[in-house]
């Protein structure tokens, strides 16, 4: 019996009956005892996939967020409203505004929707994360990724005002990972830090323990030829046993993956169960 497992609670797709899939991500991660949420979905369907896979979202010993965008914390109102108090880890720039520029050039707000840091603090202890973190034994999160990778970028027309003039470095992006007895389980939101940065910082927490299994976003569906290139060169040097590439990724980077590395691949629709053994 594995000490800890990974449900996707919330993807893009959904992969059962009642399941419903929605553009976010949301994991529920089960680990010596512990109950958390990594990200919330944009909020819609999140509630009723946790019925549906019957887990109580009523006891949660922590919820952490990836970064601000919406469709990872615009469930975190409802979830903290159906549930007995818990704690929220957040890096502080998630609650500031974000928006996207569109093809046209006008801007979309992709901000938390709903809630700003009081509110939460209303309901929750915050704390704030800049640095990693523990959440419990085997579990930690990175806090900041710190940009090393001369091909990486946040993946998007990102900025921090309206009139997109001050471009978003979305520093607030973070990854969580559990340390298994000889290597790293590593859990991203979008990667805007970028995939390959997340993972050699996880390295560096971990005193360079092999990267054992990849499941997220990667936030790879406008990657240069390039940066896909060297995306896969890295994954290979990195000797990832299993990804599990989903929501941002992008279409045509999963395609890729699935392609360079066969028999490590696995979709993770909504109901996906990962066992993480201790
Ligand atoms: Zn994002
Ligand atoms: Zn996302």
């Given at each position: 019996m594995a000490d800890g497992r990974i449900t996707v609670l919330v993807e893009n797709t959904a992969g059962g009956r009642g399941l419903l899939g929605e553009h976010g991500l949301s994991f529920w991660i089960e680990?010596?005892?512990?109950?958390?949420?990594f990200d919330?979905?944009?909020g819609h369907v999140l509630l009723n996939n946790a019925r549906r896979l019957g887990i109580g979202l009523d006891h949660i010993d922590a919820i952490a967020l990836s970064h601000g965008h919406y469709d990872h914390t615009g469930g975190l109102g409802e979830v903290l409203r159906s549930s007995r108090a818990t704690t929220v880890y957040a890096h502080p720039a998630a609650f500031e505004a974000k928006y996207a520029r569109n093809p046209d050039g006008s801007a979309r707000d992709v901000g938390m929707p709903g809630l700003d840091e009081e509110m939460i603090r209303d309901m929750a202890e915050l704390v704030l994360v800049e640095e990693p973190v523990k959440l419990c034994r085997g579990l930690h999160l990175t806090g900041p990724v710190p940009r090393t990778t001369d091909f990486e970028d946040t993946g998007g027309a990102f900025f921090k005002d309206r009139a997109c003039v001050e471009p978003d470095p979305l520093v607030?992006?973070?990854?969580?990972?559990i340390e298994t007895q000889a290597s790293t389980v590593v859990i991203l939101g979008c990667a805007h830090a970028g995939v390959i940065n997340t993972l050699r910082h996880v390295q560096s927490l971990?005193?360079?323990?092999?990267?054992?299994?990849?499941i997220g976003g990667m936030h790879l569906l406008h990657a240069s030829p390039e940066r896909m290139d060297k995306t896969v060169d890295e994954l290979r040097r990195l000797d990832v046993q299993r990804l599990l590439p989903c929501h941002c990724t992008g279409m045509a980077a999963v395609a890729r993956l699935w392609q360079e590395f066969p028999g490590r691949c696995a979709a993770c629709p909504v109901g996906t169960i990962l066992e993480v053994p201790a």
């Open positions: 680990l010596n005892g512990k109950r958390f949420l919330t979905g944009q607030d992006d973070q990854a969580a990972f971990t005193g360079n323990r092999p990267v054992h299994t990849v």
